[in-house]
């Protein structure tokens, strides 16, 4: 299946899907949490129907129940429904960091069963990787997994006792890709071993957190003696450092895809609703300046991607400049739309009051700002190690 | 041309222009000798990105830009003819024609110095008039390196070709790229600069380099000429006159933050002459402007989109 060819599919079955859920509706909902929960709605129904569809399933490899192809296919897809309002790109970044991981790490007959779970959106999973006391720092994370048995290596089973932190969609989740500590604190990043655990296990609380925007999009999440089975493990044992640090360039490829069509959604809304002043066109102007480099970056990145190239520490220019472009968009909404993000009352007003509270987050989660900039300057300008 | 043929390419002309540098001799002839203008038509994409970043990482002087121009335009470029361009800060052409007279006033790069003719795009369509038809002043200017100068003409009984603009929207386009590719060019050399400088400037009993506050100025502007780097490949391929002003503008934009982030790495000796980094500044402020400043590209690309209602995709996977 080739990009064009698949574009052009995906358009056509869009275009004629007569099903009204999947008709877009820009209404805006009438509470932050009605507005979240509306657009997991959506994102799982047209993610369902397109799965049953094929359409959902290319770019997804064939041992994971996918039908091959391209990573650019999926890259399209989320991009098409995002700018389609069809699709909540927050939902979907979820899915494309994750089913990787899983491809990655689980046996081939597990990934082949969870992959179409998730990617159908019959399921929504969560990533457990913060703590309280472990945002950048990750390495340092204390949630505790106890072999029983006393041996790692042949047991089998995990006692998980800790906790997790901002976790997103965690409410939502039917399974969470965890990180947890297999060793001494001492060990650091070697002794941290990834799982799948399922979310309705019993010692599992989720406690919802409510943002600064009204949405409680994530949550705490305790684990009270859960007890989950040796071959939930991803990769290998006291390898869920490896296998984080080797999936998070994933994070920033086919996901900024689909988050470049929502900032481009955005600067339409913009641009339609903007007053024909040199201001606000200058204003406009930064803003889809900004994406468009992030775009041009990005489409670079993902055909890397496409050819096979292995991904690493230059993503952290692309989430460099997502963050420029995102914090660049919703300034514009500030500057084009006075008033609206500060003191109006409409649920059109909310919409954008949402979205501008939480654009400001794009410079922490996944991997701050700083911590970006810092990976640069190692990394990419080998300007040796700090201090 | 693929990837490997591409990078030899740069390498082949990086070294040529550095070398006529290094021992101040005309960069043009030596650009010819390499095939320029003449692979203008064969790999427009490699030969634009090549000589032009060659030339902004080493900061020559050169005509290149007229002969860019000249072939837009539809003239064969030679080295005795310049194309005056618009007045800094925008792109307009530069001239009008009334009753058979063009009138112009515009600039030129080093290449007006020495040429027999200048090429100018009017409001009805390119003429060339010797030029004898007016006045070529060399700019001092914050650059007085640059070779800039500042062109004014009157000239009767011209017949411009006809066209409806679009022999100058392409002019521009690829004006604007290749000052773009220029602007990436010196952006690099200054990274590199404020890179060296940070890893062997020692303070405090280590280098600058081990420095947080240090580190992030420098991974700032490599992020800046990154995102331009890209912006000129998108504008490569989508071919636009959109795509272009917008690496212009990321031009732009990226010339003010790589300058600003190393000038405060380099602390002192980046105000001095004897430290090469001001020569890429200075170059950099003149460059910002050249075919558009970002905020006039920005705003007019803006008002476009205003009145269109929404934005579209300029450039597709
Ligand atoms: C909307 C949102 C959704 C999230 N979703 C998830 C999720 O689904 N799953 C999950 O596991 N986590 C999630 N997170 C958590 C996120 O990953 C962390 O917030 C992030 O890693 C930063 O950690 P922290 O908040 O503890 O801040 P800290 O690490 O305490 O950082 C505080 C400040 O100090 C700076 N700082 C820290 N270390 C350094 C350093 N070495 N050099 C320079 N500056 C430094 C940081 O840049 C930051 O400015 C989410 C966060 C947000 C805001």
């Known amino acids: 299946m080739d990009l064009a060819r698949y574009r052009a599919a995906l358009r056509a079955w869009l275009d004629a899907d007569a099903d009204a859920d999947t008709v877009a509706d820009t209404g805006a909902a009438p509470t932050a949490a009605d507005d979240l929960n509306r657009r997991v709605v959506r994102t799982r129904r047209i993610l369902g129907r397109l799965w049953a569809a094929d359409l959902g399933r290319w770019g997804w490899p064939e041992r994971a129940g996918g039908l091959g192809g391209s990573p650019l296919l999926r890259a399209e897809l989320g991009a098409t429904l995002v700018a389609r309002d069809l699709a909540d790109p927050g939902v979907l970044a979820m899915i494309e960091v994750l089913a990787p991981t899983v491809i990655e790490a689980a046996p081939a007959d597990r990934a082949a069963e969870w992959v179409p779970r998730l990617c159908s959106g019959a399921e929504v999973w969560c990533q457990g990787f913060s703590e309280p006391a472990t945002g950048s720092d990750l390495a340092a994370l204390t949630c505790r997994a106890t072999p029983v048995g006393g041996d790692p290596a042949t047991a089998s089973a995990f006692v998980v006792r800790g906790q997790k932190v901002w976790t997103s969609l965690a409410q939502y989740a039917d399974r969470c890709v965890l990180l947890a500590r297999t060793g001494p604190p001492e060990a650091r990043h070697r002794a941290i071993t990834a799982f799948l655990v399922d979310m309705d296990d019993p010692g599992i609380t989720v406690a919802p957190i409510e943002m600064v925007n009204g949405a409680r999009e994530f949550a705490e999440v305790f684990f009270d003696d859960v007890v989950v089975p040796a071959d939930r493990v991803l990769g290998a044992r006291d390898g869920g450092w490896d296998l984080a640090m080797r999936i998070l360039p994933y994070e920033r490829s086919t996901c900024f895809w689909h988050r470049i069509a929502y900032l481009e959604q955005r600067c339409t809304r913009l641009a339609a609703a903007a007053p024909a002043d040199d201001r606000a066109a200058l204003a406009l102007g930064e803003a889809v300046g900004a994406v468009h480099t992030l775009r041009a970056r990005s489409r670079a990145t993902l055909h890397r991607l496409a050819a096979g190239e292995t991904l690493g520490p230059e993503t952290s220019v692309d989430k460099l400049l997502v963050a420029a472009a995102e914090l660049a968009t919703f300034d514009a909404a500030r500057a084009l739309l006075p008033g609206t993000v500060e003191l109006a009352d409409d649920p059109v007003a909310a919409v954008w009051r949402r979205e501008y509270l939480y654009s400001r987050a794009v410079t922490v989660y996944g991997g701050t700002a700083e911590i970006q900039r810092n990976i640069v300057a190692r990394r990419l300008l080998d300007l040796g190690p700090e201090g | ?317």
Do not use: Y
């Open chain 2, 1 to 317: 041309m693929d990837a490997a043929e591409r990078a030899l390419l740069d390498a082949s002309v990086q070294t040529a222009v550095a070398d006529a540098v290094a021992r101040d001799v005309p960069v043009d002839p030596v650009l010819a000798r390499l095939g320029w203008p003449a692979m203008l038509s064969d790999e427009p994409e490699a030969a634009v990105a090549a000589v032009f970043g060659a030339l902004g990482r080493t900061g020559a002087r050169s005509g290149a830009l007229d002969d860019l121009c000249a072939h837009a335009l539809g003239f064969a470029p030679r080295p005795d003819l310049a194309v005056v361009l618009p007045a800094f800060g925008g792109w307009a052409p530069p001239g009008t024609v009334t009753a058979g007279t063009v009138r112009v006033a515009g600039l030129g790069t080093a290449r007006a110095a020495t040429a027999t003719d200048l090429l100018v795009a009017t409001d009805a369509g390119p003429v060339v008039v010797p030029v004898g038809a007016g006045t070529v002043t060399p700019i001092g200017g914050v650059d007085p390196a640059g070779g800039f100068h500042a062109v004014r003409a009157e000239w009767p009984g011209v017949t411009p070709t006809p066209d409806d603009g679009r022999a100058w929207a392409a002019a521009v386009a690829l004006g604007q790229r290749a000052v773009g590719h220029e602007v990436a060019g010196a952006a690099r050399t200054v990274v590199d600069q404020a890179r060296d400088h940070a890893r062997t400037r020692i303070q405090f009993g280590r280098p600058i380099a081990a420095f947080q506050a240090v580190r992030h100025h420098l991974a700032d502007a490599f992020v800046a000429v990154e995102g331009l780097e890209a912006a000129l490949d998108a504008a490569a391929v989508a071919g636009t006159p959109v795509t272009a002003a917008l690496a212009k503008a990321a031009a732009g934009r990226a010339a003010r933050s790589v300058v600003d982030h190393c000038r405060q790495v380099l602390g002192g000796i980046g105000f001095t002459t004897d430290h090469p980094f001001h020569r890429h500044w200075t170059r950099l402020l003149v460059l910002e402007g050249l075919l558009g400043t970002p905020e006039a590209l920005l705003t007019d690309l803006g008002r476009g989109w205003i009145a269109a209602g929404g934005v579209p995709t300029l450039v597709d996977l």
